[in-house]
């Protein structure tokens, strides 16, 4: 398909950071533009732990949807060695916590409350399998011996594979996937196994992070793989199977934090986010597996409708800003002081 215009319905975002406070002005906004609902990450502050501290973050999300969009939040609780089985049982009747997301301790921004002893939480898991909770899981080991490009495959083998053994009933999403491992891990277990994949892991790869000097803006975890693996999750992303799905881990920082001696982990893609999905699936001639990733199999996963509007996108170039204000500091988007290939318009009344 080569066509300059495309329409498919609307997307929803399956994995999205939006911080909180005064940053909400900003990060809600840019998400609400295009996407219809959003899996947003506990990983505030203190971290959201509780039905109750997923209802007030809701709240302080809804507050700032621009008038214009509507938006859904879907929350999220953190899980630690702490998360009582009464408290999943608590999310599951709760109309708006979707998910349980599961940090290895250490291995990410604000993930020091993360699962220290995956045994400790078995009575937390064991419920979640048996009422259909999805667990979602930064795959990466946290052994510091282990090499940083090799934590997903060790994650994979020593921890995934396991858990999932033990918990087979277990509906998971391996978030963020970053290697042909993953890819092909995913792809061959049961349905309910399934996996994001960002934009900046389709669209860039280790190389990018030291093109003539070192490139803050692409550090984020799992941090960018060598370009096999970049290729394998082309594959997988426009194969048309539905276990792989949009999630942008869009994921601001302030610029001084990330052009940093000891910079943060993260991408801010919410800007542009659908345009470069747009951009890498037109590169591979699969435009016709756009919708499928975008909008349908992620609301199919996660047992929720369909969304009914629609989206335009046309092959038409846009700049993207310096920056953007974030609260009292400026974050850098992805592609800043550059161009993405695609536009996206409002659904014409
Ligand atoms: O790069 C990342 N940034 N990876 C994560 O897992 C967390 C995220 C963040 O919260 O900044
Ligand atoms: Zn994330």
Not at 223 to 248: D, V, Y
Not at 274 to 280: G, M, Q, T, W
Not at 313 to 322: E, F, G, H, P
Request: with cysteine.
């Amino acid at each position: 398909m080569s066509s300059d215009t495309l329409s498919i319905i609307q997307p929803d975002d399956w994995h999205l950071h939006l911080r909180d406070g005064d940053a909400l002005a900003t990060t809600v906004a840019h998400s609400a533009r295009v996407f219809a609902r959003a899996i947003v990450m506990p990983n505030l502050k203190p971290p959201v732990m509780t039905v109750a501290d997923a209802c007030a973050y809701r709240d302080r999300i809804v507050e700032a949807i621009p008038a214009a969009c509507n938006f859904q939040p879907l929350m999220t609780l953190y899980l630690t060695d702490k998360l009582s089985v009464d408290e999943v049982q608590r999310a599951h009747a709760s109309e708006f916590v979707h998910a349980i997301k599961y940090y290895p301790a250490g291995a990410t921004t604000n993930s020091e409350n993360g699962v220290t002893n995956i045994e400790s939480v078995y009575p937390a898991l064991e419920r979640m399998a048996e009422l259909g909770v999805p667990l979602l899981i930064h795959g990466e080991s946290t052994d510091p011996e282990i090499d940083i490009f090799d934590r997903e495959k060790v994650f994979i083998d020593s921890v995934l594979a396991p858990l999932l053994g033990r918990f087979p009933a277990l509906r998971v999403v391996f978030e963020h996937i970053t290697t042909r491992d993953a890819a092909q891990f995913v792809e061959q277990q049961q349905a309910s196994v399934a996996a994001t994949i960002t934009p900046h892991h389709l669209l860039y790869n280790r190389n990018d992070l030291f093109v003539g000097g070192i490139r803050p803006h692409f550090y984020c975890l799992p941090i960018l793989k060598r370009n096999l693996h970049q290729q394998a999750l082309i594959e997988a992303a426009i194969s048309g199977n539905p276990k792989f799905f949009l999630g942008t881990d869009s994921a601001p920082h302030s610029k001084v934090s990330k052009e940093n001696a000891c910079g943060c982990a993260g991408i801010y893609s919410a800007p542009v986010a659908l345009e470069l999905y747009a951009e890498i699936f037109d590169q591979w001639d699969a435009l016709d597996k756009l919708e499928g990733f975008a909008s349908l199999f992620g609301a199919d996963f996660y047992q929720l409708p369909r969304n009914t509007r629609r989206v335009h996108l046309t092959r038409r170039k846009s700049n993207v800003a310096a920056h953007f204000k974030l609260g009292n500091e400026l974050v850098v988007p992805i592609r800043a002081n550059e161009t993405v290939a695609w536009s996206v318009h409002e659904e014409s009344q």
